[in-house]
């Protein structure tokens, strides 16, 4: 080939022949790229741009699809439900904090290697390897009305804060919320422990020469230090909190009680499969993408600001 | 209807992946439709999707009993079924159909949520239908728009569902009620529950967490208020989801609810919980299934066939039914004749022998008589279900984003007092101008 | 300011069977440098962080200004480090970094500024305050790094290895800015270094140790002129001492090829000794002191260096290895002993650079009896001179 040719000549370089042999390197180049290029086409390129195509359609499916023009989207802001389904998104994002204090409070007491560190940072990974279904189905006994939880505040007198966790409008958001944190926390442990275990050292030392106590070394230094990490982490949150929690909320809640715990994607799934409105799903879809872009690139962009 | 209880547990990444695929999919072709004659060419591989199949024991013991026999009649034809469950096939249904590929054969839901809802890419199968199975068959309205007894047939209906009421004799005569109980208004029933609940007895066993018991009540109670004109009317989208005629289909439940004969925990337990307290003589009454799920079937074997009893709704129409679902050939099938003769075996008197025998699923032909050994309760819903006054069951009418997702939704709100009615009404009037299918 | 005095400190880490840190005894006077010097893993690092409180001692006591610290907290000894790779803190500016260690000690604003203010202008970092530690130059996060110590006015400052990631130039320079610094606020300070050089340039008092095991401590030149044993002897000075076996027959040495008059050392009736002397001793003949002997070199290897040239050449007689396998840290010249291609020793001569001399010149140089080291061929030891008023000090 051009290539092998052109990098094995060792011979004296003219400029025709320089130029032939970078020529023959960016086309072997393209070559090697090639294969990625077209998987990446077909199964991301394609279907997103069919996507935001679909998203300008009336279509149910079986006949073609016809344009609406951006009917979709009007209809959208008109969208009871679907306005409410994203009220329950920004929840989950506003939950960050929690999100991020957890694993990290975490992660810093296996850091520390406390006795047993091992057998801890098995345990809080072992709910990441449960499937959704597993969860979703083992939390609807726990906390049923009459279930083991209620049942257990009963029997020491606080029967008073029993309650319908997972049918209480008010409650059962935030129950799921905690649920998933629960559910995911130990992909951030690991996460932050990988983070600490990458921290440097001497700058630790030197806070504590300086006169730092645990808690300021936390504050001042550690902090600071993973916040490449907890940047990384809160985009992965904000990901998913649109697109890998709906298998969890549905076995938990169907999305209820009324709407209570719908989410984007849950509405986008239920507006495709349910209703058959594939045009609209799409719809959601690429407004959900928007958002996930804008608020991650914000993110970042933020981050990036405070920290230079 | 028994079917979306099996919905307890979800779905997992098939739902998204599906999504990814309808995306992929486009507009397309649409391969030609029927040749008529039932014997034209069966051979080859048919592939049926089929959600009862590996999740109902009775049902898969039977199919395949079935088919191994239509395999030996036809030699040459080999039968690919695939068990689709129940929680996913919306999704996979969906984007086969956007895709114009998939299997021979479906099972789909009967009515407007079911396979009415897929109409637009199944084959329409009156030439296929003979004057005699369209006679010994019943049902039709199931896989007819408008649920019309005449019209475009997009399925072969099997079995019989629908919802009727079963009481616990024994803690009926406790309370010093009558064992051969059936009111006559829907206040007699309350009325009967309240001296129930006075004899410190549950008069109602349920849960209504995913808000499915409220398909069975709106179903009776519209059947019990209306005409079965009407029900064509909500079918056809001529009438309103807020017209009076839903909202007397609601009172009932309403009433019961506020009647507090319902145990307290009733939204926060599945229906399959609130069967299993019925079964365990934990309440004296429970909406149930004519079959396969929160029936006789289960109830007789824990507290006994002739403790078990049988009510239908008061009012216009006491039986509601619909059939259990139906066998659809897809537009894009490749084998449609072989298909349409599995089909027309799988719907046979001998077939539907079987069925009955090993999955207890109701007959939807006139020629079937139950054995003298079937439990009292099958053989009386049978014979309900060939009488005139037999209605279809108003449920059928209900769109799929209506059933499925709107109305349990607002209801469980509605019935525990959160929202009102009317604006739940309004609500699914919304969803269904939103999601009529053409 | 404090003296710091550390007493048969020990360090074994973990599942490690020798000492790290093998029972040091020092003191460190107020206000005097000291400084730690010594091969890569020598422990001379390890022993800096036990004093800093980074690391815990295994066995031993370390009081600064006359207190018990061993098991104090790094915080409450009230010392300062300056760390190999700066250790600045990335987040904060310069002004930050040097706030922070007064800031934690609830230190009145209005003083820490005075304090930052003046600490800034003597390390010329008043241009630099609002930048943050990735926009500085490597010598100037080593300033920061110091003045990061010295705004602090601890009572002592631990540097560990400060210079070794500049440039070779650059860390000249810090060398004698640290000097200038050290002269001038006169903290109690202990240096670590790898590099003789800094150690013998910047240390009061330098404290050589190998293998955890503390060899000698002592002002430099006499580090250099009285070296305890032969690791000390080679440690010390560039290019390293030349060593060759020397033979006692009949009251003469014989050693690197010439017979010489024995001078007044305690042999202890050895009749085989190591001798050591020093490449800057040797000298042309005819510049040598009166008592020379004359030695005949022929060139191997001529290094010139403009104002002096380092001469190579063999000398007769087997080579010594002991207490001479001294790691390639200390640069250049001597990587253990040099041999020659016929397996003999090859001794070097830095000479004044006169003319050019180039392989297979001969030169006739003299070696001084008076100014050869004697060595214990067992044990590496320093052989005493009997009439030494120097006092060799060894631990």
């Known amino acids: 080939m051009t290539a092998s040719s052109g990098a094995g000549s060792v011979g004296p370089r003219t400029g025709r022949r320089h130029g032939a042999r970078h020529s023959g390197r960016g086309l072997t180049r393209w070559l090697f790229l090639l294969p990625a290029l077209v998987l990446l086409a077909v199964l991301i390129v394609y279907p997103i741009g069919d996507a935001i195509r679909l998203a300008f359609t009336s279509w149910d499916g079986f006949s073609a699809p016809h344009s609406i023009g951006l009917s979709n989207f009007e209809d959208l802001l008109k969208d009871k439900r679907f306005k409410e389904s994203l009220l329950h998104n920004l929840a989950i994002v506003v939950a960050i904090p929690i999100w991020i204090a957890v694993p990290y409070a975490v992660a810093c007491g296996i850091h520390t290697k406390v006795a047993g560190w091992r057998f801890f940072r098995l345990v809080f990974f072992l709910p990441v390897v449960l499937s959704p279904v597993v969860l979703g189905a083992y939390y609807g006994i726990v906390l049923a009305e009459s279930g083991p939880l209620n049942g257990a505040l009963r ?28 559910a995911t926390f130990g992909v951030g442990v690991l996460i932050f422990l990988a983070g600490l275990a990458n921290l440097d050292e001497e700058i630790v030392e030197a806070a504590q020469v300086d006169g730092a106590s645990r808690w300021q070394i936390q504050r001042h230094v550690v902090f600071w230090q993973l916040l490449p990490v907890i940047e990384f982490w809160t985009v992965i949150i904000v990901i998913a909190s649109f697109t890998a929690f709906f298998p969890l909320i549905y076995t938990l809640t169907k999305g209820g009680p009324g709407t209570a715990t719908f989410t984007v994607d849950f509405d986008l799934y239920s507006e495709a499969f349910t209703s058959g409105r594939l045009g609209y799903a799409s719809a959601i879809g690429v407004v959900m993408m928007f958002i996930i872009l804008v608020t991650c690139g914000g993110l970042v962009a933020l981050l990036r600001w405070r920290r230079s | 209807m028994t079917k979306p209880f099996r919905t307890g547990l979800g779905f997992g990444l098939a739902g998204l992946l599906a999504i990814a695929l309808v995306a992929c999919g486009g507009g397309g072709d649409s391969q030609s439709g029927a040749t008529g004659g039932s014997e034209a060419n ?91 199975m369209n006679e010994s068959i019943s049902q039709w309205e199931s896989v007819t728009p408008g649920l019309a007894a005449e019209g475009p047939r997009y399925g072969v209906p099997f079995g019989i569902q629908g919802w009727v009421f079963y009481y616990n004799k024994q803690l009926f005569a406790k309370a010093g009620l009558s064992t051969s109980f059936q009111p006559k208004s829907w206040g007699e029933l309350i009325s009967a529950g309240k001296r129930l609940k006075a004899a410190g007895i549950q008069p109602f066993a349920g849960g209504n967490k995913e808000g499915s018991e409220t398909w069975g009540w709106f179903s009776l109670g519209f059947q019990s ?128 022998e079987t069925f009955f025998r090993e999955a207890g699923i109701l007959p939807n032909r006139g020629d ?29 009418a209900l769109q799929a984003a209506v059933n499925f997702g709107t109305m349990p939704a607002e209801m469980n709100q509605v019935l525990q007092g959160r929202t009102s009615l009317e604006g739940a009404q309004e609500a699914m009037q919304e969803t269904a101008e939103k999601t009529r299918v053409e | 300011m404090a003296a710091i005095e550390i007493d048969g400190v020990q360090k074994v880490f973990d599942g490690m069977e020798r000492a790290a840190v093998a029972e040091v005894s020092l003191t460190v006077a107020d206000g005097e440098c000291l400084v730690l010097v010594g091969p890569s893993g020598c422990g001379k690092s390890t022993l800096l962080r036990m004093i800093a409180g980074i690391e815990r001692v295994s066995g031993g006591q370390i009081r600064i200004d006359g207190a018990d610290v061993t098991d104090r907290e790094a915080r409450d000894r009230d010392i300062a480090m300056v760390f190999q790779n700066y250790a600045l803190y990335p987040h904060m500016t310069v002004e930050e970094n040097l706030h922070f260690g007064l800031k934690i000690r609830k230190m009145p604003k209005a003083e820490r500024n005075k304090r930052v203010e003046a600490v800034a202008q003597m390390l010329r970092l008043d241009e630099l305050v609002r930048r943050k530690p990735g926009q500085l130059s490597g010598g100037q996060r080593q300033r920061v790094a110091m003045g990061r110590a010295m705004v602090r006015e601890p009572k002592a400052l631990l540097m560990d290895e400060p210079l ?35 150690a013998m340039t910047l240390g009061d008092r330098v404290a050589v140790i190998s293998d955890g095991v503390l060899q000698q401590v002592a002002p430099p030149d006499e580090l250099y002129s009285s070296p305890a044993n032969l690791f000390v002897a080679s440690f010390i000075g560039s290019p390293s001492i030349n060593v060759a076996e020397g033979v006692v027959r009949d009251g003469r040495l014989v050693f690197a090829g010439v017979e010489l008059p024995i001078p007044p050392v305690d042999l202890g009736g050895r009749t085989r000794v190591l001798v050591g002397v020093r490449p800057a001793d040797l000298n042309p003949f005819d510049k040598s002191g009166a008592g020379a002997v004359p030695l005949r070199a022929t060139v191997e290897v001529a290094e010139h260096l403009g104002a002096e040239m380092h001469v190579l050449f063999p000398v007769v007689g087997p080579a010594s290895h002991a207490g001479t396998e001294v790691s390639g840290d200390q640069g250049h010249e001597r990587e253990g002993v040099l041999l020659a291609d016929d397996g003999s020793s090859l001794f070097t001569a830095v000479l004044p650079a006169v003319g050019s001399v180039g392989p297979g010149d001969r030169l006739d140089l003299g070696i001084d009896p008076e100014l050869l080291m004697f060595f214990d061929p067992e044990t590496g030891g320093s052989l005493q001179r009997v009439s030494s008023t120097a006092g060799a000090s060894s631990r």
């Open chain 2, 368 to 396: 079937v008589t139950l054995p003298k050994s079937a439990p009292v309760q099958a053989r009386e819903l049978v014979e309900a279900s060939r009488s005139p006054e037999r209605v279809i069951a108003p449920n059928a």
């Open chain 2, 42 to 132: 069966v051979s080859g591989k048919i592939a049926v999707w089929d959600f009862e199949y590996e999740t109902t024991p009775g049902y898969t013991k039977a199919i395949k009993a079935l088919d191994a026999e239509f395999e030996k009649l036809h030699p040459g034809v080999t039968i690919e079924r695939t068990a689709q469950p129940y929680e996913n096939y919306e999704a996979i249904y969906r984007a086969a159909f956007t895709a114009h590929e998939g299997p021979d054969i479906m099972t789909m839901s009967p009515g407007q949520s079911g396979v009415l809802s897929y109409k637009n890419g199944l084959e329409e199968l009156n030439d296929r239908i003979s004057p005699e």
């Open chain 3, 164 to 198: 070794s990631n500049l440039d070779a130039k650059l860390r000249v320079l810090m060398r004698a800015e640290l000097a200038r610094l050290h002269g001038r606020v006169g903290t109690t300070t202990i240096y670590v270094t790898h590099d003789q050089t800094e």
């Open chain 2, 225 to 352: 208020a209306n005409t079965p004109q009407q029900t064509t009317e909500l079918a056809e989208g001529k009438m309103s989801y807020t017209d009076e005629a839903v909202t007397k289909a609601f009172q009932p439940e309403i009433e019961t609810q506020e009647a507090g004969l319902y145990p307290s925990d009733r939204f926060g337990k599945t229906a399959i919980e609130g069967f299993t307290q019925f079964a365990e003589g934990k309440g004296a009454m429970i909406l149930g299934f004519w079959t396969t799920g929160g029936y006789w079937g289960d109830f007789n074997p824990a507290i006994g066939e002739k403790n078990l009893g049988i009510f239908y709704p008061p009012g216009n129409a006491q039986v509601g039914t619909l059939a259990g679902y139906a066998d659809s050939i897809p537009v894009f099938a490749k084998n449609k004749d072989a298909a349409w003769a599995l089909i027309e075996f799988l719907s046979s008197k001998k077939a539907s």
């Open chain 1, 155 to 182: 029997s020491v007198g606080l029967g008073g804060l029993a309650h319908e966790w997972l049918n209480d409008p008010a409650l059962t958001l935030p129950v799921v919320i905690g649920i998933i944190i629960w």
